[in-house]
């Protein structure tokens, strides 16, 4: 099997299965590619298009094609010498439905269920509706209203000789014992006498196993005739006595169903998010950890899987506990794969978002995360900080919004309060039960904690902090301290002793220095709430909210960035591979993933409107002009809203297509169909105007009004062609931004990651718009070492000259593995008059060394060029400096021929004449 080079991410579904990779593999292998990256493929929710929502870990998803499709990839894949990465989901699974078995039976026998523990949930609430009950919050309305309307019928499963509730795609299933009472109300006697042993369940030791074989006797029963129907009939909660006996019936279940709109602040297990059709796992524990992972142990000991990546690291109660259980579980398995399947090494990923100045934690014993940081680490090499006062200018006047970081800190304030309240609050409680323990701290009340925890949560400048038994790390102090000073400023004086209490509480003392008991028990369970609280709200009020709130420059926003930070220089980029290759040479890197919010090339194109600030603010004001006519004056105001508007504005001119014919009415609707759709998403997520749960059907129908008016209507064709010709103007910039991204990504310390498709040009937009279906028979006509660069330049628009440089470099690390592997990382010296439009670095290895060169901030420099190749005179003296000497003899560029001169010098207008970037390979 190849060295672990270059991986590529697929997104598998029912319409993109495993078997359809099979075909691919060989293009994949042309390509570069060393291992395939798959989104989950263990049994997901029927019509899943992501393969988080697991339903049954314990086999392949049949949709995929399941297990043999599985070895059928894998066979592929070893024929070229290609691995296998899998992405796995270890903190929830999708509950409700009907499709979950282990949550099923949970439902049906409660805490009696082998799969009680499996599940977080806080069985002992304060509310007495929820005394050992777990609150269902999937009812489409109020639950008197669902029962007096007959939406919540008793039903018999005639398949599985099961009793159940049913409202929708729901089904409840009514505990066994209680089949006693319901069967009794029949007027057949076989069923009568079956009541009698269902009911005696209630003294058996071994009720699940003495139970399956009277469901079966069931089900043949009402096969045969039995009447069951009357008895299913005493319960039709449509007239008073049948409601009566319903209700009563789902008094004795285990669970309470509610409306969805409780969820919010009654709920008493964890989800993902605030999703409740994801359940939170309690992987901490190890008949949780082993179940859910026997598959994907079986499939790494038989040599079908290759690597993992840990999904939402941040969910799970101890992340550093299950990373460190994972490497030794997966470790003890590589000496049983076949001989030729082989590994000295099993890479494992987090999806980690990392904060400003914050990096993954090195004894977790993983290798990096899915390579968001160094998402954010080119995007801030990529943008020009002479722009940053212009568009923070523009976007403060015209939107009136406030900062950023005051952005943050209103929506974490409503999502603690709206939909994660119940999380907040479960916290509080905890937080309330330690304070009782102690006779200095039993005085303090529920609302003084809630009001400091809030406070502190809502300053949070990370994901979370990791808290163990010995308290809080060294690595995590500054972070809690910085959320402890910010948060005093927001409370009142008499509240700032509180903040004193949670900074000890949270971390603060190590729990294992209590005594065995309640009160550590307590103390520990508090700290994991917290971090499992803190890192949900800054999803949920940054990536989910914020982002969709500001937009001083939207390519900024995306997951992992820190959007309060407008760019950085070349060393912040060379400090950053210089630690990554210290500390975790196998990194992913990634540009685009299924998360981001706007493909690699659509931000990309977005950073050359750093380097135009002024030249954008004028536009936007005559684009508004321009769109007077189609903007609705609505009760709560304009519709669109100044921001919302802006916005809306900056994806037109990110994601303009570059062979979009204004004349062309059938693609000019497809692309305004693909913006109503972003537009709606990002309308709901900003919680401004309109929301998911509560959708604002007048604005966002003014909104897509406009958008339609904007691109489709004949009457706005000045403003039509006014974006269009603007946005080509930063195509090119744009394509050669886009370049030197792809090029970074693989030359950089760490493995570099595509995303499905994106060899071509990704101007794509935040799920589902990323996720559609990949033109591959096209790419693979395509992928031609034989076209000439001035042709692949010439024809820049196809995609090809991007596909043919990300081809011949991964190509090179391939022929170059340990060079790019563990190859030392040496920036380089810029001189001459361009020289801060330059990022330069060598990797150095043992007899071989590689020199990358890729212009930056350097539109100006192409000055109006049609193609994304920098003119050779325009870059007069600039140079870059070397360590040491090149020579053409013992040298090779990566598309030029003769590109080097035998000096200690190179000159962009030589090294960079031919193509838009250069990878030099020397060897002695």
Not at 137 to 148: I, R, T, W
Request: net charge negative; glycine share 6%.
């Amino acid at each position: 099997m190849k060295a672990l080079t270059a991986t590529l991410r697929l997104q598998f579904h029912s319409e993109f299965t495993l078997d359809h990779a099979v075909p691919l593999v060989p293009y994949f292998a042309q390509l570069g590619i060393s291992h395939l990256y798959a989104s989950p493929i263990l049994k997901a929710r029927a019509g899943s298009r992501h393969g988080y929502d697991v339903v049954d870990p314990t086999c392949v998803n049949p949709e995929l094609g399941g297990e043999a499709a599985l070895q059928r990839l894998v066979a592929a894949l070893r024929q070229h010498g290609m691995g296998l990465i899998l992405d796995t989901v270890s903190n929830h699974m999708a509950v409700g439905g009907a499709d979950n078995p282990w949550w099923q039976s949970l439902l049906a026998w409660g805490r009696r269920s082998p799969y009680a523990e499996f599940f977080d949930i806080q069985w002992h609430s304060s509310d007495p509706l929820l005394a050992g009950q777990l609150l269902l919050p999937f009812l489409g309305s109020d639950y008197g209203v669902a029962l007096k309307n007959g939406e919540i019928p008793l039903e018999f499963d005639r398949q599985n000789g099961v009793l159940q509730i049913a409202h929708y795609e729901h089904r409840f299933p009514i505990c066994p014992v209680d089949y006693g009472w319901i069967l009794a109300l029949s007027p057949d006697p076989a069923l009568n006498a079956l009541a009698e042993r269902f009911t005696a369940l209630s003294a058996s030791a071994t009720p699940l196993a003495d139970a399956l074989p009277l469901h079966a006797e069931l089900a043949r029963l009402v096969a045969e005739g039995a009447d069951l129907e009357s008895a299913l009939q005493a319960f039709d909660s449509r007239n008073e006595h049948g409601f009566k006996r319903l209700h009563l019936l789902l008094e004795r279940q285990t669970y309470r169903l509610a409306s969805w709109r409780t969820a919010a602040d009654d709920i008493n297990w964890r989800r993902f998010f605030d999703i409740n059709e994801l359940g939170g796992l309690r992987v901490e524990r190890a008949v949780v950890f082993e179940a859910t992972h026997a598959k994907l142990f079986e499939l790494i000991e038989r040599g079908l899987v290759d690597g993992l990546r840990i999904d939402h690291i941040d969910g799970l109660a101890d992340p550093r506990g299950y990373c460190r259980k994972l490497r030794r579980r997966v470790d003890g398995l590589l000496a049983r794969r076949p001989l030729d399947a082989a590994l000295e090494h099993f890479p494992i990923y987090v999806e980690k978002i990392l904060g400003a100045n914050e990096h993954l934690h090195r004894d977790w014993l993983t290798d990096g995360t899915t390579g968001y940081d160094f998402m954010n680490q080119v995007s801030l090499l990529q943008h020009d900080p002479a722009g940053e006062t212009a568009l923070t200018e523009l976007w403060a006047n015209v939107s009136e919004r406030p900062d950023f970081p005051e952005e943050v800190r209103q929506a974490r304030h409503l999502v603690l309060n709206a939909s994660l309240a119940g999380d907040c609050e479960s916290v509080a409680q905890a937080l309330l039960q330690v304070a009782r323990n102690d006779l200095m701290t039993r005085d303090l009340t529920l609302g003084a904690i809630r009001r400091a925890l809030q406070a502190l949560v809502a300053h949070y400048p990370v994901y979370r902090t990791y808290f163990n038994a010995c308290g809080r790390p060294a690595e995590d102090e500054g972070f809690f301290q910085q959320a402890l000073a910010n948060a005093r400023q927001d409370l009142g004086e008499a509240d700032w002793p509180l903040l004193e209490h949670l900074e000890q509480w949270l971390g603060g003392q190590a729990w294992r220095n209590l005594p065995a008991g309640r009160a550590r028990k307590q103390l520990r369970h508090a700290c994991v709430r917290f971090q499992q609280l803190t890192a949900p709200s800054a999803a949920k009020a940054v990536e989910d909210t914020a982002f969709y709130r500001s937009a001083r420059l939207l390519s900024r926003n995306d997951v992992g960035f820190d959007a309060e930070r407008f760019s950085a220089p070349p060393e912040h980029f060379h400090n950053e591979a210089q630690r990554r290759l210290r500390d975790f040479p196998d990194n992913l890197l990634a540009t685009a993933t299924h998360d981001h919010k706007r493909g690699e090339d659509t931000r990309a194109r977005l950073a050359v409107l750093s380097e135009r600030g002024p030249w954008l603010a004028s536009r936007m004001e005559h684009w508004r002009e321009l769109a007077t006519p189609l903007r609705t004056q609505l009760d709560d105001g304009l519709a669109p809203s100044p921001g919302d508007e802006l916005m809306l504005l900056q994806t037109l001119l990110g994601s303009w297509p570059l062979d979009l014919d204004l004349h062309d009415d059938n693609a000019l609707g497809q692309y305004a169909e693909r913006m109503r759709q972003w537009q709606q998403k990002a309308l709901r997520e900003a919680k401004l105007r309109s929301s998911w749960s509560a959708p604002n059907e007048a604005y966002e129908s003014a909104c897509a009004r406009y958008i339609d008016g904007l691109l489709l209507d004949g009457e706005n064709q000045q403003l039509r062609r006014s974006l269009a010709d603007a946005a080509h103007l930063v195509a090119c910039p744009g394509a050669l931004n886009g370049l030197v991204q792809a090029l970074l990504r693989m030359t950089s310390p760490g493995v570099p990651d595509l995303y499905q498709g994106t060899e071509y040009w990704d101007f794509s937009l935040v799920d589902p718009d990323n996720r559609r279906a990949v033109d591959y028979a096209c790419r693979r006509r395509t992928l031609d070492d034989a076209t000439p660069v001035a042709e692949l330049l010439a024809h820049w628009r196809d995609g090809r000259l991007k596909q043919a440089l990300i081809a011949r470099v991964l190509d090179c690390r391939q022929a170059h593995a340990e060079l790019f592997r563990r190859g030392a990382y040496l920036p380089l010296t810029v001189h001459g008059r361009h020289a801060d439009k330059v990022v330069a670095f060598a990797r150095l290895g043992e007899g071989e060394r590689a020199v990358i060169i890729a212009p930056r901030l350097a539109s100006t420099l192409l000055a109006g060029a049609p193609i994304p190749l920098i003119p050779a005179q325009n870059w007069e003296d600039t140079r870059v400096n070397l360590p040491f000497a090149l020579s053409p003899a013992n040298s090779t560029g990566l598309f030029p021929s003769a590109a080097v001169s035998s000096c200690r010098e190179l000159l962009l207008s030589a090294v960079l004449a031919e193509f838009p970037v250069n990878l030099l390979i020397q060897q002695s």
